[in-house]
């Protein structure tokens, strides 16, 4: 067994002996490096898409925030409930209060059909009554452009991710509703969560415009501190006048993303699998194709005394810093052309659109790295093996 | 033909070589076949029988309801032959992970206007008789194995019964299948007599209407003056041919043809990469032997689709199983356990797939086709 420092001096020189040789063979390096790049780049392009998505819902809800619907009803489509009853939940313990009274704002979600600008088709666009402590429960909301609605009058004010995504809803337009038309007056912003998709106006306003009388689908509450959510809870499920529940904003949330992010994620995953399949050949052409070039270079190294363990430990790091590099590319590439990437999609439990930004995370960054490493491990492995194996006299002799 | 053994020697001159090469066509192919169904699966929810059907919705939107008065006034529209509808019923069936589609509807109406729901008549008698009765897709049936005369509890996230309660309760006294390929074979439909005496408010109400036409030439035609009847009325409706209706939904979910279509371009762009670097190289390693080939008489254009031969052999040879393996796998149906109940391979996109591996075959075979065509005999003999 030769000394370590012998050993790593072989490999070190099997190694830059590979990588000089990569000129004389840029075209077969290239398409394999190319190759580990789109692979990776598909990889992160399409995780970030569940990865934005997943950051838009999780910033919409905070961990002091509840959120309370007909007990039975999954969102607040379907949910439904009196004025008597959004009365009691105000007064409930745990919220906290404001100048103007309890932080709790009683709400309406309808969704109404708006084309979206990329392809000009219908959506589901929300459009949510809020009543004055909806500011308040909801920290980060802030207008951007304009001014924020008059309460009382059927003006709205419009997210920012709506505005982007769906036909006319700019400071100023007014959008037509059945025989109602709903003037903007400003476009908010809300910390990139759901309720940038959306658009505002008063509740009591909205009511009417539906015929709902004096009824709401849910109250959104910001409470002392996030411990106080089960005393909250407790107080609502066991007052017999109600027949409501009580979720936290960001479990809700999480429910809400659970089918896209689950839909996308496996889709991607099996997308990308199939692509590394692809690309580990096209990694193993090219080291065998380095080994067979150099068959009598290495032989000659081994009939001078390098070990047969640095040989392949040599030709396995050459084929993991070619694909790392690739990685790397893929990396740069799919960061440069889907990182903050607006789009909309459909929430399945709501049947309206929710709005996003593509989110390529230093996590899917190194994830893509990883999976270039891994395909260059096995790419470089049997190469490696079959260089190291060959008998050195007869391949001494090879031309 | 006769050059098929001297091809054939040459693709295994390298035996890893071509295997490796041939397996990354392989698998991008495997890829179209799957991308293709997933598109399916999304996209592809229009039938021939759609071209026939509108859908009316509510002009604000899909969860704005509809009087039931409509339907007379629509079938006087000159162009409809029958109208029928429809109500989003927002069932689970014990888990709200097992989603499909249950809907009230007319019986014998709405297997009129959709005669692709295939009912054993019997069945259809026995759907008339009951009130509570339901009949099912065939695979739904399938997946919670259920059968004719089982009674199914469903729990409505919408509709509460006259005694508060959500839980519906129905007699399977069917199973439909479909009958094409994709029929979506899902959902779940009952009585709508039942539904609205049973519902504790929204009585008369429905959520859309289908409207069979005519002619289906004269679609938007139909589709103004249904609109225009409506105008100015309490509720104004939106019309258009179902198979619009579907695509904009599937817009809704986001831009699927592009997005497959970028990862295809990704995945093909790579491919051709290496399968083109391969040739080329294999041909620059036998630059001697085809200089003797043209020695001895071979003429350019022998070489260049000696070459050019090679290289769609290794394509269709890689496309074809590609694509055979893609067949295979997506028979299987659905991966996701429910969320693509169309999930499968068109027709249409298996002559596609053939029809880009000649194509690639082609393209990655030129450049070393050109390069051993022009050859210049007294070089490449003394290259060796």
């Known amino acids: 067994m030769a000394l370590p420092t012998q050993w790593f001096s072989q490999v070190s020189a099997i190694t830059k002996f590979g990588l000089m040789s990569i000129p004389q063979r840029r075209g077969s390096v290239g398409a394999a490096a190319f190759g580990i790049a789109g692979v990776v780049a598909v990889l992160v392009g399409v995780l970030s898409i569940a990865a934005g998505f997943g950051r838009a819902m999780a910033s919409s809800g905070s961990p002091d925030a509840a959120l309370v619907l007909r007990s039975g009803a999954d969102t607040e489509m379907v949910s439904g409930f009196g004025r008597e009853s959004t009365r009691i939940i105000s007064e409930a313990p745990g919220i906290a209060r404001g100048p103007d009274g309890p932080l709790a704002s009683a709400e309406l979600f309808v969704i109404i059909n708006l084309p979206k600008i990329s392809s000009g088709t219908d959506a589901n666009v929300p459009l949510r009554g809020v009543e004055r402590a909806a500011l308040r429960v909801r920290r980060d909301m802030r207008i951007i452009d304009g001014r924020m609605f008059e309460w009382g009058t059927n003006e709205v004010v419009v997210g920012v991710g709506a505005a982007r995504e769906f036909v006319g809803l700019h400071v100023g337009d007014q959008i037509k509703v059945g025989r109602y038309s709903w003037p903007v007056t400003g476009i908010f912003a809300a910390g990139g969560g759901a309720a940038e998709s959306e658009i505002w106006t008063d509740a009591a306003v909205l009511q009417a415009a539906y015929n709902r009388g004096d009824s709401f689908q849910s109250v959104y509450v910001r409470l002392k501190s996030p411990s106080d959510f089960a005393a909250f809870k407790d107080a609502l499920t066991t007052d017999p006048r109600l027949n409501v529940k009580a979720v936290r904003q960001t479990d809700y949330f999480a429910e809400q993303s659970s089918a896209v992010t689950k839909l996308v994620t496996t889709l991607g995953y099996l997308i990308a699998s199939l692509m590394a399949v692809g690309a580990v050949f096209g990694a193993l052409n090219t080291m065998y194709n380095s080994v067979s070039a150099r068959t009598r270079e290495i032989a000659t190294l081994r009939a001078l005394g390098f070990g047969s363990g640095a040989v392949v430990v040599a030709v396995m790091l050459e084929s993991v810093a070619l694909a790392v590099l690739g990685g790397a590319i893929g990396a740069c590439a799919a960061y440069l052309a889907f990182n903050g990437f607006h789009t909309a999609t459909m929430n399945w439990q709501s049947f309206s659109q929710i709005t996003f930004s593509l989110a390529v995370t230093p996590q899917l960054l190194v994830k893509g790295v990883l999976w270039a490493t891994v395909i260059g491990a096995i790419g470089g492995l049997f190469p490696a093996i079959r260089a190291a194996r060959q008998p050195i006299a007869a391949a001494l002799r090879e031309l | ?384």
């Open chain 2, 1 to 384: 033909m006769k050059f098929l053994p001297l091809i054939w020697s040459n693709l295994r001159r390298k035996k890893t070589r071509t295997v490796l090469t041939l397996l990354s066509i392989i698998v991008a192919f495997v890829l179209f076949g799957f991308l293709s169904a997933i598109r399916q699966a999304l996209l592809g929810g229009v039938s021939l029988e759609g071209a026939n059907r509108l859908i009316v919705r509510h002009k604000v939107s899909i969860i704005q309801l509809l009087p039931m008065s409509y339907k007379e006034r629509m079938e006087r529209i000159p162009g409809v032959a029958m109208a029928t509808h429809q109500t989003w019923f927002g069932g689970i069936y014990q888990d709200p992970k097992n989603f499909f589609m249950q809907n009230p509807v007319i019986p014998d109406e709405f297997m009129r206007i959709h005669p692709e729901f295939i009912l054993p008549p019997e069945q259809m008698r026995a759907w008339q008789r009951t009130r509570t009765g339901a009949v099912v897709g065939r695979k739904t049936a399938e997946r919670f194995n259920w059968k004719v005369g089982d009674k199914v509890p469903i729990q409505s996230s919408i509709w509460s019964r006259k005694d508060g309660g959500f839980l519906w309760e129905f007699d399977i006294v069917g199973i439909f299948d479909g009958r094409d390929k994709n029929t979506d074979t899902t959902p779940l439909f009952f009585r709508y007599d039942y539904f609205d005496e049973a519902r504790s408010g929204a009585r008369g109400e429905v959520g859309w209407y289908s409207i069979r036409i005519q002619d289906s030439a004269r679609a938007a035609e139909v589709a103004k003056l249904v609109d225009a009847e409506f105008e100015n009325s309490a509720a104004e409706t939106k019309t258009e041919p179902e198979g619009a209706f579907v695509q904009a939904w599937a817009q809704q979910v986001g831009d699927i043809a592009l997005i497959t279509a970028s990862i295809l371009g990704a995945v093909f762009f790579t491919i051709l990469l290496v399968t083109g670097n391969t040739i080329s190289q294999s041909v620059r390693e036998r630059t001697g032997e085809l200089g003797v080939l043209k020695a001895i008489g071979f003429t350019n254009a022998a070489v260049l689709g000696l070459v050019m031969a090679e290289s769609c052999l290794l394509s269709l040879l890689g496309g074809g199983i590609g694509l055979a393996v893609a067949w295979a796998l997506t028979s299987h149906g659905d991966p996701t356990g429910g969320m693509l109940p169309l999930f499968f391979f068109p027709v249409h996109d298996v002559v596609l797939g053939v029809l880009i591996s000649v194509a690639m075959g082609l393209v990655t075979g030129f450049f070393p086709a050109l390069q051993a065509m022009r050859l210049r005999v007294a070089d490449s003999l003394r290259r060796i």
